[in-house]
Nanobody, 124 residues
């Protein structure tokens, strides 16, 4: 089993920064990497960023390029999402997930394990 616990969300103003953390435990080594998704009220779950386990490859959604950075600390089994210049449209529940299939990293069905999520609210 894999357990994922996100933290770091909160209420901020537009232009502020937040860093989300995702602590993983359990059999995470069987996967290919990890990702962050978000779900805004009334919208589908949306890909945000992904990283391979060795941290060598990352990918961001176009909507967050230049503002969000995904990174990992393998010694701590933790993945981070540094979010800068936040905008009201970034408001959502952010989930981390373990990718355990060869489906594209942007595909939510590539991920077999999900955390409960952390709320990010950006006011204008």
């Amino acid at each position: 089993q894999v357990q994922l616990v996100e933290s770091g969300g909160g209420l901020v103003q537009a232009g502020d920064s937040l860093r989300l953390s995702c602590a993983a435990s359990g059999r995470t080594f069987g996967g290919y990497g990890m990702g962050w998704f978000r779900r805004a009220p009334g919208k589908e779950r949306e890909f945000v960023a992904a990283i391979t386990w060795n941290g060598g490859n990352t990918r961001n959604a176009d909507s967050v390029k230049g503002r969000f950075t995904i990174s990992s600390d393998n010694a701590k089994n933790t993945v981070y999402l540094q979010m800068n210049d936040l905008k009201p449209e970034d408001t959502a529940v952010y989930h981390c997930a373990v990718r355990n299939t060869r489906l594209p990293v942007t595909d939510r069905y590539a991920y077999g394990y999900w955390g409960q999520g952390t709320q990010v609210t950006v006011s204008s």
